[in-house]
């Protein structure tokens, strides 16, 4: 064990004198309260530590001490239905203050361990050797436990079905022969350092979506499973609404939720909420399949730096047992800040917004992190990113949007305008967008779907040339425009009202599945067809305007639930019905309308 002296304080950082060897990105212990901390540099006879804790009280001349390994987190069975600090300590219930200083890493628990290999079997890394089980009350799934990925071989021993410490031996791995064997001894949950990416066999091309729930971003702005997204936005314009939203009907196998630098009372709410939600897949609580982590902005802010790599390194730990797994992170502005400060603290030549030089290539490791891969255990697992962005004063060209904007492939813009009139998601369809959209054609063609690349192109740009045309409106206006100019701003506002917006807080429309949103963009397409069909045939905008179907087709949402698919059909019909009389008989379709509006 290396030691070395303090020598100077500022805030999270340290200098110490050294009397033995230490590595980077070494865990250490800092004082009598052995507070947790990371080596960051090495100099000639000294070191930099960045520490996890409150350094209040630190004084020159107290002692560090190394551990002899990196910087670690324990990834086990423990985790599921839990919540954490920034580097995987348990926090209890809602109580997000700090945990005790100097506390070591997640609380070891007891679970039911069954073998999946026997004496003489050959593992390879990352293969699963047994089961890891629901201890009782703990909450959780029953879960695979891997061999490390640097570890495999014959398997010597093995323990007979019962409960275990997570950390104990179970099972005992030999490779080599005679003198040179080695043997791994393997455990439910294993350590792995922090800031590392675990492993994979290979990538593979992400080809299907990760269902949101949401209509604008399954429909028009999808993210692959095992892809990236941003979610930029200023204050106040629904970031953490629609992040629960999709932690809560996101079509993952597991939620890991990284609170990172907000409050600590909009916190709370996930805090409070999460535990009390019923998963809708299962009939469960949400929880069981939930890791959230914490680091508000009262807590450490070194710890808030590292939070995100601890995110994202559970999150691969779960895709390694062969799961989806969905990250979501709010806020990596909080995260960058934390990078700023920390980077000021050693005296790092601020860059571009004062973030150090290295802003960029810290949010490219990331987001490069999300993955749809084939495990080193051969199975498909994959990890979707999703990061909230608060940039300062909602401007999108400062530097942590920017650089993100270079790693993300869906774009989803919170627009101030669209939250200050209630039109939630408050995504602005003009400027988010999705680079992996024409990849997931054949997905959606698979649920029923074929024309979903031509009805998101066609709503596209109506909603482009909805934005043209209300420009001119507002010089000319809206009733001197022509007649097909009309018909785009009279479907555009449906495509909004009928499509986009969707209310996080209602009952029936908070998720909307794949068969519904199939249907929805269905009817709109063929409302959009027969308008047009009817304005050729010589009706007038104002006509159609006020069809009593187009009321239906506004409410849809809200009316039509997911069990009530059917109805879609029915509304079809009676949009068909309603148009006849202005599409079939040009010139005679204003007498007939009065009689069929009825239907
Ligand atoms: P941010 O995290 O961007 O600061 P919030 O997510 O806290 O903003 O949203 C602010 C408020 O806007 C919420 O308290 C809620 O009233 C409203 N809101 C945001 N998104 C939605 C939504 N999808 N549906 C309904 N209301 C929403
Ligand atoms: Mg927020």
């Known amino acids: 064990m290396s030691l070395a002296t303090v020598t100077w304080i500022a805030g999270p950082v340290l200098h110490a004198t050294r009397q033995g060897p230490f590595s980077l990105r070494e865990s250490v212990r800092v004082g009598p309260q052995a507070l947790l901390g990371e080596v960051v540099r090495i100099q000639d006879t000294s070191i930099v530590v960045q520490v996890y804790e409150d350094t209040t009280g630190l004084r020159p001349g107290i002692e560090v001490r190394g551990d002899g390994q990196p910087l670690s987190i324990r990834l086990g069975p423990g985790l599921l239905g839990h919540i954490f600090d920034g580097l995987l300590r348990p926090l209890s219930g809602a109580d997000t203050k700090f945990v005790q200083p100097g506390m070591r890493p997640a ?13 003489g079997d050959v593992l390879a890394p990352g293969a699963i050797f047994g089961t890891a089980g629901d201890a009782g009350n703990a909450a959780g799934r029953t879960q695979h436990c891997l061999v490390p990925p640097a570890c495999g071989g014959i398997v010597e021993s093995v323990v007979p079905p019962g409960e275990q410490a997570d950390d104990a031996t179970v099972c005992v791995l030999r490779s080599g022969d005679g003198a040179d064997a080695v043997r791994h001894a393997l455990a439910m949950s294993q350590l792995w350092a922090v800031r590392s990416p675990r492993p994979v066999a290979r990538r593979l091309p992400p080809l299907a979506p990760l269902v949101t729930g949401q209509r604008i971003l ?25 992040l629960e939203a999709l932690a809560k009907g996101c079509n993952a196998d597991v939620i890991v939720y990284l609170g990172c630098g907000e409050r600590g009372n909009e916190m709370a709410g996930v805090l409070e909420e999460f535990p009390t939600l019923t998963d809708p897949r299962s009939g469960r609580p949400l929880m069981e399949r939930t890791v959230i982590i914490a680091n508000t902005s009262n807590m450490p802010v070194a710890a808030r730096e590292a939070s995100i790599y601890c995110a994202i390194t559970v999150a691969e730990y779960f895709r390694d047992q062969g799961l989806h797994v969905a990250l979501m992170a709010d806020s990596t502005s909080r995260w960058a800040e934390a990078l700023r400060e920390v980077s000021g603290r050693f005296g790092e030549l601020p860059g571009e917004g004062g973030y150090p ?243």
Request: aromatic share 8%.
């Open 357 to 599: 030089a290295y802003l960029s290539s810290r949010l490219a490791d990331f987001y490069e992190r999300a993955a749809l891969v084939q495990t080193l255990g051969g199975a498909t697992g994959s990890v979707t990113v999703m990061g909230a962005i608060s940039p300062p004063s909602g401007d999108f060209s400062e530097p942590v949007t920017s650089h993100t904007k270079r790693y993300v492939k869906a774009f989803w813009a919170l627009d101030v305008k669209r939250a200050q009139a209630r039109f939630y998601p408050a995504i602005h369809p003009l400027q988010s967008y999705a680079e992996d959209a024409r990849d997931f054609a054949p997905w959606w063609a698979e649920q029923g779907n074929g024309q979903w690349l031509t009805l998101r192109r066609r709503f596209l740009t109506l909603l482009d040339e909805q934005a043209q045309l209300e420009r001119m409106a507002r010089i000319i206006g809206k009733d001197a425009l022509p007649a097909r100019q009309q018909l785009t701003l009279l479907c555009a506002e449906l495509v909004n009202e009928a499509f986009l917006r969707q209310s996080a807080f209602s009952e029936i429309d908070r998720v909307c599945s794949p068969a519904r949103q199939a249907a929805m963009m269905k009817l709109l397409g063929r409302f959009i067809d027969l308008a047009e069909a009817a304005l050729s045939a010589g009706a007038a905008p104002e006509r159609f305007a006020a069809l009593p179907c187009l009321r239906a087709l506004q409410r849809m949402g809200e009316d039509i639930g997911d069990d009530q698919l059917p109805r879609f059909a029915e509304l079809e019909a009676r949009l068909e019905r309603e148009f006849a009389p202005l599409t079939a008989a040009p010139g005679s379709a204003s007498q007939e309308a009065g009689d069929e509006t009825h239907g």
């Open 107 to 119: 609380a070891v628990a007891r679970r039911h361990f069954e073998a999946a290999v026997q004496a």
């Open 218 to 242: 399954d429909g028009l702005f999808p993210v692959a499973r095992g892809g990236k997204a941003a979610i930029p936005g200023g204050f106040g314009t629904g970031k953490t609404v629609l």
